[in-house]
Structures are given as structure tokens and as C-alpha cells.
């Protein structure tokens, strides 16, 4: 019994390994950015999300606010919102089980759909600029709505980040609440948080 039980063991782990591997030879997804194709089942799927576990290493932060329509006064629910970024070193971390286009992003990724007032939460960590300090330290988003195309937001950029230059900042497709520039600050929980409303395009 014992020996069966080792050969069925050995066999799943078996078997694990070599979808992983025949993900590995499909070629990636010719968007470099999108990630809607990657999201769990809209069962698993909450107005909230954290992407960076506990023992994930850096500085722990909160980025919430809504999402709307493009006229910017109606709320969106159940977009889907897509979030990737580096770790605390600068880069996309690999886990070794990325499929789709985690083979980009890395594991420090997730998916939420926003609730009936379009509000959106993510928790996770304050990520590093690449190596190369060629731009701030950011979060990637992008959206989805319901029946829809999922566009590019710009980034989460943080103020007082010595890397945004004067340009960065004229080149921002939002301003106002929908700016990608936050601040983070300690809220009443005693949390890093920012705040940022985001907009469906036409």
C-alpha cells in the first residue's frame, strides 16, 4: 500500500511538473502588459486583493479609491482590475509556476472586481525601482469592464520619488484625483495608504 501510494505521489508531482514545463514552451502572449486572461473565476474574485504575502520581504502598503465610468462621475462595478509590480529589489520575482504572462510580471500580481460602488483595494508592498533606476518605483494596472477591452491606466507612481521628473509628471494622461502620483501616508489603522480614483476609457 505504502508503495502504491509512493508511486501515485510521485506521479502527480510528475505530472505538475511537466504541464509546468509544456506552459513554459507556449509562446507568451503577444500583449506584454495584459493580464485579464490570467484572473481566477469571478468566484474567487472580491472588491479586494492582496498580492504580496506576509512573509513577502518590504514595506507594507494599502492603494484603494474607485473606479468609474468615463465620465467620471458614474461608479463602475465589476471591472476587472489587474495590478503587477517588482519586489523590494527592483525586480518581477519568479516563483517557477508562472503560466501566461506571470512569465513577465512575476509573482507579485492579483485580480479584484470592484464592488457595487466601484471601489477597489489592493494590498501589498512598496516596490523598488528597476536596478537600472530608469523610472520610479510604480504599480502597474490595467482594466477590464464587463464585456469590454482591457485598456492601460497609468501607473502608481509615489510622491517624493527622486526618479519622477518634471516630464514623467507632464506626460500623465489623468490629473486631479485620478492622477497616477499618490501619496502615502499613515491612515487611522495605522496604515501606508494612498488613495486614487480611476476611469474606464471612452
Known amino acids: ?3 502504491l501510494l509512493s508511486y501515485v505521489g510521485v506521479s502527480i508531482v510528475s505530472l505538475l511538473i511537466v504541464a509546468a514545463c509544456a506552459d513554459a514552451r507556449q509562446p507568451l502572449p503577444a500583449c ?22 506576509d512573509e513577502e520581504p518590504g514595506e507594507r502598503i494599502v492603494l484603494r479609491g474607485r473606479v468609474f465610468l468615463p465620465d467620471g462621475e458614474t461608479p463602475a462595478p465589476g471591472v476587472l482590475v489587474y495590478a ?22 512575476g509573482a507579485l500580481r492579483g485580480w479584484l472586481r470592484t464592488d457595487a460602488e466601484g471601489r477597489y483595494e489592493i494590498r501589498t508592498i512598496k516596490p523598488a ?3 537600472t533606476h530608469t ?14 477591452q482591457e ?16 516630464r514623467m509628471r507632464a506626460r500623465l494622461e489623468d490629473t486631479g484625483r485620478f492622477a ?12 501606508l495608504a494612498a488613495e486614487r480614483d480611476l476611469r474606464l476609457r471612452r
Open 129 to 131: 525601482p528597476y536596478p
Open 1 to 3: 500500500m505504502r508503495t
Open 32 to 53: 506584454e502588459w495584459c493580464g485579464a486572461a490570467d484572473a481566477p473565476p469571478d468566484d474567487q474574485l472580491t472588491c479586494q486583493v492582496l498580492i504580496a504575502p
Open 84 to 105: 503587477y509590480h517588482t519586489d523590494a529589489t527592483g525586480v518581477y520575482p519568479m516563483r517557477g509556476s508562472e503560466t501566461g504572462n506571470g512569465r513577465r510580471h
Open 151 to 166: 485598456h492601460w491606466v497609468d501607473e502608481f507612481w509615489f510622491e517624493g520619488d527622486p526618479l519622477i521628473t518634471e
Open 180 to 191: 497616477g502620483i499618490v501619496r502615502l501616508e499613515t491612515n487611522e489603522q495605522g496604515e
Open 135 to 148: 523610472e520610479p518605483a510604480h504599480v502597474h494596472v490595467t482594466l477590464t469592464p464587463r464585456g469590454g
